[in-house]
C-alpha cells in the first residue's frame, strides 16, 4: 500500500483508533496481508503504539501478517463439512494449484488453508476466497475454482453463481414468515413512551436468543437507568457458534425487522448511535445491510429526527469482525468494536453500564431483535402467548448433519428434539444430536423428548444430526481443535487447556490413547469449567464430558491399553536422524513396548 | 529407619536442576542420613539398581535420553520430573519449530557422522512423561532449592507432597 493510499485511509476513518480494525480489514482487502511496513505506518497515523496495532493484526484469522497469495482459500473446517468431505475436496484442490496445506505456493499465487465453521453448514462443503463464501462444494465446483485462479480471474469475474448462497427457510414462523414494512416496527414503539414500550417487553416476557437467555427487558432498563449522556445499541451479529446459521438468514431475509428492532431500542434506552457487528466470514451480507441503512436514512428511519420525532437523533454502522469466535462474547465484542484484540473484559461492570466506549451499552443477539420489533408491533402479551410459560416466542433453529432437509425451521420455544429431527427427515436410528453447537448440549437417543427451551435445552439454536456412521470421538476432536483454535489466549486455564485437551482427544483418535488420557482430559475439563475467565473457557471441556458420560464405551473402545504408553511413534522419531546419517545400527532405533 | 534408595539422571538439561538441589547447602547432611544416592551424576555408578525415588532433569532429545530414562523408570518405584525441561521440553523444545535434518546439516555440513556412539537426535524435544509415566512434577527453572527441600521432606517422610504459596512460581 502507497503512503498516499494509507493516509487516505486514515483519513476515511477519521483517524479514530476506534475504527482500527475496521482499517487493518481495507489494508487486507486491498493488499492481501498486512505487511510490517504498514503496521508502522498505522501506529504513527494513530499515535498508537507499534505493539498495540500489531496485537490487533496478529489476534483475528482473517488478518493476515505474512503474505499468503493472490487468493487466499480457507475451508471451513466444521465437522459438517468434514463429514461432507472437506478433507478430501481440499487435497484435491491443493493438488490441482500444486500448492501444499496451509502454504503458500512458492510464485505467490494462492495458498490453501483452514479456519473454523463460517456459518454454512446447512450447505456443506463450504470455503472463503478473498473472505468471499462459496458453498455447497463438489468435485465439480472445486475444479473450476481451480481453473479460475490457475487462468488468474480477478474474483469480480468469477461466475456469480459460484458466490450464491441459498436459504432454505423450511418452516417458517413468526419472524420468518413476516412481511414487515421497513419502519413499520419504529412507528409502533413511537406510538408509546419508552416506559410504556419497556412495559410491553417486560409483558413479552422475551429473553436473548444469543444463547444465555437473559430478559430483554431488565437488560434495556438497566441501560436506561444508568448514568450518563450517552447510550448504545449493539447487535451482535457474530454468529461463530460451529453449526449455527440463523443470524445469516435473519440479516438476509428479514434484515428490517432487525433494524427495526435495534431502532426500538434505541428508543428505549435513549440512545443515539448503534452497531451491527457482523462476522467477517458474513462479508457477503455486507452489501445488502449497507444499502438497507443508506435506505433507511433516505427514509428518516435513521438520523436525526427519526420519523420526524424531535430529538430522536439515531444512527447505525456496520462494522465487520475478522474471524475470532470470542468476539461473539459481548465484552470481547465491545473490545473489538474499539478496535483491539478481542478479549474479553472483566464483568461486572457489565455493557448495559460499562459497554462501548465505557458508556451504557445494549448488546442483543440478531434473533432477538427480530423477535423486539414483533414485541412492538402487536405487544408483548401476542408474543407470549408462543412458546412456554419462561421461554416466549419462536426460535430458529440451523439444522444440519445426517438429515434430509437440513436448513432453518422456526418452531415456538419448547418443541422436543424429536419434533425437529421428525420436521428436519433425519432417519432413525439416530446416534446422538449436539444442540446449541459445541458449547452446549450432546443429547444421546434416549433424550429425544426434551426440550427446545431455556427451561430444558438452551440453546444459540444450531442443532446438529449425527446419524450411526459417524465417530462420536471424531465430532468431540473437532470441536476440541475448534476450542483451541478460538482461546483468546488471556488466562492460562484455557490457553493451556484448550490445548491439552486437543491433545489427548486426538490421543484417542489416533488410537494411542491410554486411560492416563481419559483421566488428564477429564481433569482439564473441570479445571477449564472452574478456573477460565469467559464462557469460552468454561464450556469448552463439555463435549468431552458430555460424551464420558453419555457415550463411554465409544471412548473405551478407543483406548490402544490401559497402562501407560508413548504419546508418540518413537522410532519414527529417530528416522529423520537415521536417513541423514545413514545409521541403521540397535542404537539407532527405539522400540515401542 | 531404612534408607531410602535416590537415583537422579540429567537428560536434555543444563544441570540447573541439579545445581538446585545441592543448593540446599547444610540440609544435604540431613538428607543424606535418610537417603542413598543410587545412580545419578553426583556418585558416577554406571547402572541404576532398585530405587524408591528417581528425579529426573532434562527432557528428551535424543534415543539415549529416552534409553537412561526408560532404564531409570524400570528401576524406581516414584519418578518425579523435575523443571521446566523435564515437565515442559523447556529450553531444549525451542528447536522443535526447526526441521532436525536443517539443524545437523547447519552444524555439520553435509557429512553428518554415522557414528554410532553419537545418540541419535529425535525429531522433535520431548518431555519425559510423553514417555513414561511420571507421578509428581516439580516446576520451576530450575525448581528452587526450597522447593525441592519442601518436595523432599515430605517424600522422606510420608505426606503427600504439597508446595504451597510461594514455592512455586508461573511465568
Ligand atoms: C465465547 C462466546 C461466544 C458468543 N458468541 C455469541 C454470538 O456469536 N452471538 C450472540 O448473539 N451471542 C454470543 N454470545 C453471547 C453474548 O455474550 C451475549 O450474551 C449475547 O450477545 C447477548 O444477547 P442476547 O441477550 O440477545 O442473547 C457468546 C458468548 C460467549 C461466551
Ligand atoms: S476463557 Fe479462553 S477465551 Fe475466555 S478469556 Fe480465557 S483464554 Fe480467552
Ligand atoms: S529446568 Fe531450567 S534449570 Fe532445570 S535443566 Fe531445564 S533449563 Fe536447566
Redesign the interface.
Known amino acids: 500500500m502507497s503512503p498516499a493510499e494509507l493516509s487516505q485511509l486514515l483519513h476515511r476513518h477519521h483517524g479514530d483508533p476506534n475504527r482500527l480494525l475496521q482499517m487493518l480489514r481495507e489494508v487486507q482487502a486491498a493488499a492481501g496481508w498486512v505487511s510490517p511496513e504498514v503496521i508502522t505506518e498505522l501506529a504513527k497515523g494513530l499515535t498508537l503504539p507499534r505493539a498495540r496495532v500489531e496485537g490487533v493484526a496478529t489476534f483475528y484469522t482473517l488478518l493476515a501478517t505474512r503474505p499468503r497469495g493472490e487468493y487466499q482459500v480457507l475451508f471451513a473446517d466444521n465437522i459438517i463439512e468434514r463429514f461432507h468431505g472437506s478433507v478430501a475436496l481440499r487435497e484435491r484442490l491443493c493438488a490441482a494449484l500444486g500448492v501444499a496445506p496451509g502454504a503458500l505456493r512458492p510464485d505467490g499465487r494462492v495458498s490453501v488453508g483452514t479456519t473454523s465453521c463460517i456459518g454454512l453448514s446447512d450447505q456443506p462443503a463450504s470455503l472463503l476466497v478473498n473472505g468471499l463464501a462459496i458453498a455447497r462444494l463438489t468435485v465439480e465446483r472445486v475444479d473450476a475454482i481451480a481453473a479460475l485462479i490457475g487462468q488468474r480471474a480477478p474474483l469480480d469475474q468469477w461466475p456469480a453463481e459460484l458466490f450464491h448462497v441459498d436459504e432454505p427457510i423450511r418452516r417458517a414462523g413468526l419472524l420468518l414468515g413476516a412481511h414487515l414494512e421497513p419502519g413499520a416496527a419504529v412507528r409502533a414503539a413511537l406510538a408509546r413512551s419508552s416506559e410504556a414500550l419497556l412495559e410491553e417487553l417486560k409483558r413479552s416476557k422475551l429473553r436473548g436468543r444469543g444463547g444465555a437467555g437473559f430478559s430483554t427487558h431488565d437488560k434495556w432498563r438497566a441501560a436506561r437507568d444508568a448514568p450518563g449522556p450517552t447510550r448504545f445499541v449493539v447487535c451482535n451479529a457474530d454468529e461463530g457458534e460451529p453449526g449455527t446459521f440463523k443470524d445469516r438468514t435473519l440479516l438476509r431475509r428479514q434484515l428490517d425487522a432487525v433494524l427495526d428492532g435495534m431502532t426500538v431500542a434505541a428508543h428505549a434506552i435513549g440512545a443515539q448511535r448503534g452497531f451491527i457487528y457482523l462476522r467477517g466470514e458474513y462479508l457477503f451480507i455486507a452489501p445488502a445491510i449497507e444499502a438497507a441503512l443508506a435506505a433507511r436514512r433516505a427514509a428518516h428511519l435513521l438520523g436525526r429526527d427519526v420519523l420526524g420525532r424531535t430529538g430522536f437523533d439515531f444512527d447505525l454502522e456496520l462494522h465487520l469482525g475478522a474471524g475470532a469466535y470470542v468476539c461473539g462474547e459481548e465484552s470481547a465484542l465491545l473490545e473489538s468494536l474499539e478496535g483491539r484484540r478481542g478479549i474479553p473484559r472483566r464483568r461486572p461492570p457489565y455493557p448495559v453500564t460499562h459497554g462501548y466506549l465505557q458508556r451504557p451499552t445494549v448488546v442483543n443477539n440478531v434473533e432477538t431483535f427480530a423477535s423486539v420489533a414483533h414485541v412492538a408491533l402487536a405487544g408483548g402479551a401476542r408474543f407470549a402467548e408462543l412458546g412456554t410459560e419462561r421461554s416466549t416466542g419462536t426460535r430458529v433453529h440451523s439444522v444440519s448433519g445426517d438429515c434430509a432437509r437440513p436448513g432453518l425451521y422456526e418452531l415456538p420455544m419448547g418443541a422436543s428434539v424429536r419434533e425437529l429431527l421428525d420436521a428436519c427427515g433425519a432417519e432413525a436410528p439416530i446416534q446422538a444430536v449436539q444442540v446449541g453447537g459445541p458449547s452446549r448440549t450432546l443429547l444421546s437417543p434416549r433424550e429425544l423428548d426434551r426440550a427446545l427451551c431455556f427451561e430444558d435445552l438452551p440453546s444459540a439454536g444450531a442443532f446438529m444430526v449425527f446419524g450411526p456412521q459417524r465417530d462420536l470421538l471424531e465430532v468431540v476432536a473437532s470441536f476440541a481443535r475448534f476450542f483451541a483454535h478460538e482461546s483468546c489466549g488471556f488466562c492460562t486455564p484455557c490457553r493451556v487447556g484448550t490445548t491439552q485437551l486437543q491433545g489427548a482427544v486426538d490421543a484417542l483418535v489416533g488410537g494411542r490413547g491410554t486411560r492416563r488420557d481419559v483421566r488428564h482430559a477429564l481433569r482439564l475439563c473441570a479445571l477449564m469449567r472452574d478456573a477460565s475467565h469467559c464462557g469460552l473457557g468454561t464450556t469448552a471441556g463439555r463435549p468431552f464430558m458430555q460424551l464420558y458420560e453419555k457415550f463411554k464405551p465409544t471412548i473405551e473402545r478407543s483406548l490402544s491399553s490401559l497402562e501407560f504408553r508413548p504419546t508418540f511413534d518413537l522410532d519414527e522419531a529417530l528416522a529423520p536422524a537415521r536417513a541423514l546419517t545413514g545409521r541403521d545400527d540397535e542404537r539407532a532405533h527405539l522400540e515401542d513396548p | 529407619m531404612k534408607k531410602l534408595k535416590v537415583a537422579t539422571a540429567s537428560l536434555a538439561g543444563c544441570f540447573g536442576c541439579h545445581m538446585s538441589l545441592l543448593d540446599i547447602d547444610e540440609r544435604l547432611f540431613t538428607l543424606l542420613e535418610k537417603v542413598e544416592l543410587d545412580r545419578s551424576p553426583l556418585t558416577d555408578f554406571k547402572q541404576f539398581g532398585p530405587c524408591d525415588l528417581g528425579l529426573v532433569e532434562g527432557g528428551l532429545c535424543n534415543?539415549?535420553n529416552?534409553?537412561v530414562l526408560?532404564e531409570l523408570r524400570r528401576h524406581c518405584k516414584v519418578l518425579v520430573a523435575v523443571g521446566a525441561c523435564a515437565i515442559n521440553g523447556g529450553l531444549p523444545a525451542q528447536r522443535n519449530h526447526l526441521?532436525?535434518?536443517e539443524c545437523?546439516?547447519s552444524v555439520y555440513g553435509r557429512t553428518?557422522?554415522?557414528d554410532?556412539e553419537l545418540?541419535?537426535?529425535?525429531?522433535?524435544v520431548?518431555a519425559i512423561n510423553?514417555?513414561?509415566?511420571v507421578d509428581y512434577f516439580l516446576p520451576g527453572c530450575p525448581p528452587s532449592a526450597e522447593a525441592l527441600w519442601h518436595f523432599l521432606d515430605d517424600f522422606l517422610n510420608g505426606r503427600t507432597p504439597h508446595l504451597g504459596h510461594g514455592l512455586i512460581s508461573?511465568d
Open positions: 534415543a539415549e529416552v534409553e526408560r526441521d532436525v535434518r545437523l546439516t553428518v557422522p554415522d554410532p545418540p541419535l537426535p529425535l525429531d522433535r520431548h510423553d514417555v513414561v509415566k508461573y
